[in-house]
């Protein structure tokens, strides 16, 4: 069995229209929603490097598949996009990860 590349392109389709919420926001949400499901997944805290690697992880692997499925007419434009869709993806876990990590007041009213 192979897998077809149309297929997430449809489900990321799908998953917009169906929130009506523009990409960016879908990759922010997804960003976060992601971590935190990962971070339960694994019986881990926020303050783990694990959910927050495996949603880089995908990310990365989402962004590559843009640039290998889809064609822009301009590469350059395309890789912005890319990287911009990286940044508005790992921004709030990377915030996430730093506030458990060495701020941990912030996460629960108590100390390490």
């Known amino acids: 069995m192979s897998f ?8 990321k389709e799908l998953v917009r229209h ?8 879908l990759h922010v ?4 929603i992601l971590q935190m499901v990962l971070a339960a997944l694994l019986r881990t805290s926020l ?8 949603v880089l992880g995908m990310e990365l ?12 007419p301009s590469l ?5 996009e890319g990287l ?18 060495c701020r941990p007041r912030l996460m629960s009213g108590r100390g390490r």
């Open 84 to 101: 911009r869709d990286l940044v508005g993806t790992m921004l709030l876990p990377t915030l996430l990860l730093w506030a458990a990590r």
């Open 29 to 32: 949400m997804g960003g976060v």
């Open 47 to 54: 303050a783990s490097k694990w959910p927050w690697l495996i």
């Open 18 to 25: 169906a929130t009506g919420w523009p990409m960016d926001t």
């Open 4 to 11: 077809d590349p149309a297929v997430w392109f449809h489900v």
């Open 61 to 72: 692997t989402n962004e590559a598949y843009d640039l290998w499925f889809e064609r822009w």
């Open 76 to 80: 350059g434009l395309q890789v912005g």
